[in-house]
């Protein structure tokens, strides 16, 4: 058993989080919703700490915040980068005197120095990950107190260094107060919850789990305390019945003293986490009851709740992945978390929306790329089926330097143990697209760090190397970054790609975590060459062809054990200068506002999904020179019918399963023309148009 740590706050204390976010919870924690109130000040401001220090001419804000929202997504790679200061009062209750009092910060980007009443509470380094400072000794239950709060997205010396995107400063996730018991299921290990689930067998007729839970005792009394581990299944109606008998057992904790325990539980005939087809869900609770000073049971001091879904997966080098005993074909997206003029400081209702798109195209898994994002992306993946890839924001260069790797190290261990127990997450990614003679022994390090952190797991590495180089093979799987037909040679360049690698390495596992050209939805042209990639022009014509090509050899290849298409939406990367935006990563299948599904997108939801599948591309192209053009539409039909002004042109079928229905040679006459498609899918009639205008030249 690894050393004493407190384990992974995820799903269930997210849950509760949400639950108690403005007040008591029925489980001994107490968690104070501190987004609101703050004043903001971008730049250095040594007195900002001090308690009587005036900031009435600071901006107020209210959090989620960045300072990025605007010049970090408008070109010019000049977005400003270093210091900013946040400051709050807090009035606490006198009644949470006694107890224990957290700092918790989900996201602050990328270095944070926290003050309370002056006192220098510490210093996290990394963007992305919760974290928690203990701040029971500095603050005044009672009484008003002042939080401030520097944070520093400049140039510090740690991952990431650089990368294709903007690095939004600020505190860009929300912040709380957690107050628990003395006696508690310990909040102090990485910003973890305090319990981990380990799934010691899973087979049809039965499993079994390990549940670990650290406890610490902050009194200054030695305690004896009843342990109660129990797992839950949904019954309906919100109603929750045991999965298995509830475990109790007795431990003993002297007074500052802290001990990890732990407890093998059985679930007879196990109802199993099946990706989209049955995202199947228990849930693992651990209370904490101190016994009374006359040995009766006492009452519930603690309690820490979270999610278990019961699976079993591997990476076959010629099956690609296999859940719970069969294949799944793993395709999805890449997605970046950030939304336009709110940066990286989005709200809940938002990454909603990123999910349904995900969820409506029919994807089976997620690339949650380039780095660690919020509790509540990695518990929608878990209820919805998703498979994921979790990984730490390693990009670009390493540095050669002992801060670089420890730090990567930290971020990675923060990203493990706070998801320990999401079931959707198969994959820690521990870098995409290093260089630096110092990258192969960091990714090198890394992988270990997964082995040593989740053995239950697979580490994975996001390539653009050749397949030959060193830094490919230090993770159990990899995945590659390839963009044939874009940056360099032809989208037919990819296929016989794909085979030479696997003929030169059948026994490795890999998959592709990214391919994707750039589009947009005001650029047209018919029969498009291929673009300049750091062009001005980027038709979305010529998106349909890439995906097209790409999709045609993946759809033939298991082995490849997953496909990530790069990316879900526009992004910004403030130094770009592309398209038809600067400071956009234009690659997106939706546009940065997520208001367009570009046509691409329909062509993977016709491959991908069940739902009827009708759409006509280039229907934003309806200024057209040329009177004789092609018509392709997306479906998942097996016959399509198209008229042009009302006139039958012809009906397609799809014997080779590409999804695609393309009549070549049709003649427009001046002026507007409707294009309309029909189609009979499941037995209901589904149709599209649109009109195009041909002028003059």
Partial sequence: MRAIRVLSAVAAFFALQRAARSGPGPDGREILDLDPGWRFFGGEESRAPEVGFDDASWQRVDLPHTWNALDGQDGGGDYRRGPGWYRRHLSLDASLAGRRLYLQFDGASLMADVYVNGVHLGTHRGGFARFRFDATAVLRPGADNVLAVRVDNGHLGIPPTAADFTFFGGLYRDVSLVSTDPVQISAMDHGSPGVFIDQVGVAPGSARILVRAELENHGALPRDVDVHVTVTDDAGGGVRRPACPEQSFRTHLEAGAAIEVSKTLGIEHPRLWNGRADPHLYAVRVELHPVAANGAPGALSDAVEQPLGLRTYSVDPLRGFILNGRYLDLHGFNRHQDWPDKGWAISDSEEAEDFS?????????????????????????????????????????????????ENAKQQLRELIRQNYNHPAICFWGVGNETSGPDADGVIAALAGVVRAEDPSRLSTYASDHEASDTKNWHTDVVAFNKYFGWYRGAIADFAPWLDATKAAYPQARFGMSEYGAGASIVQHAQDPAQPEARGRFHPEEYQCLYHEGYWAALRTRPYVWAKFIWCLHDFASDGRDEGDHPGRNDKGLVTYDRKVMKDAYYFYKANWSEAAVLHITSSRFNDRRDPVTSVKVYSNATQVELEVDGKPIGTLSDAAGTRVFEWRGVRLAPGENRIAARARIGGRDESDSCVWTLSGP
């Fill in 357 to 405: 798109l995900l969820m409506d195209v029919g994807s089976t898994a997620v690339r949650v790329s380039h780095y660690q994002q919020s509790q509540s992306w990695y518990s929608r993946c878990d209820g919805a089926g998703l498979v994921a890839w979790a990984e730490i924001p390693f990009v670009d260069g390493a540095l050669p330097t002992p801060e670089f790797l």
